[in-house]
């Protein structure tokens, strides 16, 4: 089994860095940030990683980063091509990295007592053999935020990283709506089975009860449109970086409309790829009669 990859993370101060490191850490990614050039210099001999290690690993460098050499840098690199780091340079013009000094009203860290074109400039210089040296170059002066950890996203997150946590959730109105809750679907526009006495019992897991709610004259246009929402909405929350999605659905007392249509969505959402988790948050909780009740029977 190979060591999943190294990647050095270098550039110009308020190019990106900081955002390129957090956006591979919300895909899954191991990331250090300004490590010392002597423990740099160890990995490096090392060979970085260990086989039986999973996670990909992001080594944030710059000018900042104590004993900074981008020579040395370099040639320790140059001089183990078998281990596979990759260098991503972030380059940005001196004119918008100004503006970028001047709105957040930071330092330069190389010019801390004068204009931060000083420090800019000066960096340039410093940074200039690793600018030269890295297999990715990538200029953010037009980048905001936002589109440089699309890039990132687009760029590094391979399959089985990053991908949007989701959970599918039934739950009573009863008692609340979940706090965690992305998407709330009210299913107390279905017939309920709490008035049929041989299915009040039961839950929506049970087959009679889920032919019960399926039998509704609204239900097969509700869950075609269920569907077409979420094949709009998902890969959206995932291009958007979401890293968790709830999706409630909610009825009276949680246990059998709610529980139903939880289950048929979360089976159509793994016919569709996803990996949803389901939770039925007030299954095991006392049924709520009373609260049923207050509801006229069809």
């Known amino acids: 089994m190979n060591a999943p ?53 992001a080594l944030g460098i710059g000018a ?22 990759g260098t991503l340079f972030l380059d940005c013009d001196t004119g918008e990295l100004e503006r970028r000094y001047n709105e957040t009203r930071r330092r330069h860290p190389l010019a801390p007592d004068r204009p931060a074109t000083d420090g800019i400039e000066r960096e340039r210089l410093l940074m200039a053999p690793l600018r030269d040296f890295a297999n990715r170059l990538v200029d953010t002066t037009q980048f905001s935020a936002n589109d440089l950890a699309h890039w990132v996203r687009g760029t590094f997150g391979g399959k ?27 299913m107390r526009f279905l017939r309920n089975p709490h008035w049929v006495p041989d299915l009040r019992p039961g839950t929506g897991r049970d087959a009679d009860v889920a032919a019960y709610v399926a039998d509704d004259p609204a239900y097969p246009a509700a869950m075609a449109s269920f569907e077409t929402m979420l094949a709009t909405l998902l890969p959206r929350y995932h291009a958007e970086g979401k890293s968790y999605v709830t999706i409630a659905f909610g009825c009276t007392g949680g246990r059998h409309r709610s529980v139903h249509v939880a289950e048929r969505i979360g089976g159509w959402l793994r016919e569709q790829g996803f990996s949803p988790t389901i939770q039925h948050r007030d299954l095991g909780s006392a049924p709520q009669d009373s609260l049923e009740g207050a509801v006229q029977a069809p």
């Open 5 to 57: 990859p190294i990647l050095l993370v270098t550039g110009m101060s308020g190019a990106g860095k900081s955002t390129v490191l957090r956006t591979l850490e919300d895909l899954g990614w191991e990331v250090v940030d300004n490590l010392p050039l002597r423990l740099l210099e160890g990995l490096l001999a090392s060979g970085g990683r260990d086989a039986g290690t999973e996670r990909p690993l």
């Open 64 to 85: 900042r980063t104590r004993d900074f050499d981008a020579r040395q840098i370099v040639q320790g690199i140059a001089d183990r091509p078998d281990y596979g780091f």
């Open 160 to 186: 089985g990283h990053g991908e949007t946590v989701l959970t599918v959730k039934s739950f009573g109105f009863s008692r609340g709506v979940p706090r965690d809750a992305d998407i709330v679907l009210d």
